[in-house]
């Protein structure tokens, strides 16, 4: 019976397989990318990894029906494995499966999750515990959202303007936009960012039309600082700056756009006058390639896999999403993940976040965090780690380097 960890891992979407994690940080193989984390010429290589987590803990590459290789048998009907609590259900007799079948019970056991896949690890946490008695050790939530509220731009929800603001500053920093006064060190111009959002912003977006037009008039002078877009552009916004359209605006005069995995990155759309972003180049110009090439390339040539179905590494064929156990409400497993932590106080959690993360931003996460009631005790089983990279912020060569350095201290933790 095997007393080292065991850590199950998976990545998020919903849609995605678990290439991302696999090949980018956990895993023994690395794609191999600049340093700042741009794509190189394909065809692409990967490289063993002097970064993996294997030192301190096996590893369960998990891909849920529909993602990489992974299909719902024949007669079953895939739609039932399609949302929130069928997904959490097969994903969870997986690991129950496994657990059993490789004697892992005296096993101390993680999960580790990155965007969605934080979502599905806080869930996990609740419900195997609470159906077959499994307690987890850890939970390392990369790039997590819990609460969905934080990050649905609709109208009648003002949550997620405050909480991206410091993320639209980043950035603005990074693409030397914010006012110049803003311009030196970012960690100083997002502590003044933060408060100004939890604060005077919030504030100003609670009132509503109730907003004397003086104060309205210095938000929005506020806000075209920390975002380097003109006053007008956020005026005609009536303050709210959605994150499509940030994307777009912010390098506009440039003729370029801003990712939104990583705001580093940078696009060349057809039209500079329209709306939204063709294409996120983050994504699509910097590590699709790349993950693509390489994760079927591994599987088929070093593992000696073989199966023709394509390899599923992002793709919408999971949609529509089911969030029917949530009806007329936001999806927030925080609390599922808060009620985990009360029954086994021995659970740690790690957050790690990216800077330039416009998907799952960092302020959100602590907003999270912040929200979820937890007790002096319990807080203290919580941890943030940050980066000055994206979503995937392993792509980055320091941030790679770091991660490790916060993963080991994560395990040595929960271990002690």
Request: glycine share 8%; aromatic share 14%; proline share 5%.
């Amino acid at each position: 019976m095997s007393k080292r960890p065991v850590t199950y891992t998976f990545n998020g979407g919903p849609g995605s397989a678990s290439v991302w994690l696999h090949m980018g940080c956990i895993g023994p193989k690395r794609i191999l990318m600049s340093d700042k984390g741009e794509s190189l010429a394909p065809p692409y290589k990967y490289v063993n990894s002097e970064y993996s987590w294997l030192d301190k803990t096996d590893l369960v590459f998990i891909d849920p029906v529909n993602t990489g290789y992974s299909r719902a048998a024949q007669g079953e009907d895939e739609k039932q494995f399609l949302g929130y609590t069928g997904d959490i259900e097969s994903v969870g007799e997986f690991i129950r499966l496994y657990t059993v079948k490789y004697g892992r019970w005296a096993s101390p056991k993680f999960l580790a999750g990155e965007s969605y896949g934080t979502t599905r690890a806080a869930g996990l946490s609740g419900y195997l515990q609470d159906k077959f008695n499994m307690y987890i050790n850890g939970v390392a939530l990369i790039s997590s959202i819990l609460n969905f509220q934080t990050a649905r731009f609709e109208k009648g929800n003002d949550l997620p303007y405050p909480l991206f603001l410091p993320t639209y500053t980043a950035m603005a920093w990074y693409h030397k936009k914010v006012a110049p006064e803003y311009q030196g060190d970012l960690l100083k111009t997002l502590r003044e960012v933060e408060n100004f959002a939890l604060n005077d912003y919030t504030l100003a977006l609670t009132k509503g039309d109730m907003l004397p037009e003086m104060e309205k008039n210095r938000i929005i002078e506020k806000l075209s600082k920390f975002t380097g877009l003109s006053q007008a552009y956020i005026r005609n916004t009536d303050m709210r700056i959605e994150i499509s359209r940030f994307v777009k605006e912010l390098l506009r005069t440039e003729g370029k756009t801003a990712g939104r995995l990583d705001g580093r990155f940078t696009g060349t759309d057809f039209d500079n006058a329209g709306e939204r972003n063709e294409f996120d180049p983050s994504l699509d110009a910097t590590i699709s390639g790349p993950y693509s090439a390489s994760i079927n390339h591994y599987l088929r040539q070093e593992l000696k896999y073989e199966n023709d179905l394509p390899y599923l590494v992002l793709t919408g064929r999971v949609q529509p999403w089911s969030y029917n156990n949530v009806q007329n409400q936001y999806l927030n497993v925080a609390e599922t993940l808060r009620q985990a932590m009360a029954k086994n106080p021995y659970l740690k959690v790690w957050v790690g976040a990216g800077y330039y993360d416009l998907a799952t931003p960092y302020f959100a996460a602590e907003y999270t965090v912040a929200h979820m009631g937890l007790k002096p005790e319990q807080r203290k089983n919580v941890n943030f780690t940050y980066f000055e990279a994206g979503h995937m912020m392993y792509i980055h060569k320091e941030s790679l380097i770091k991660l490790k350095k916060d993963a080991d201290k994560f395990y040595d933790e929960a271990l002690k």
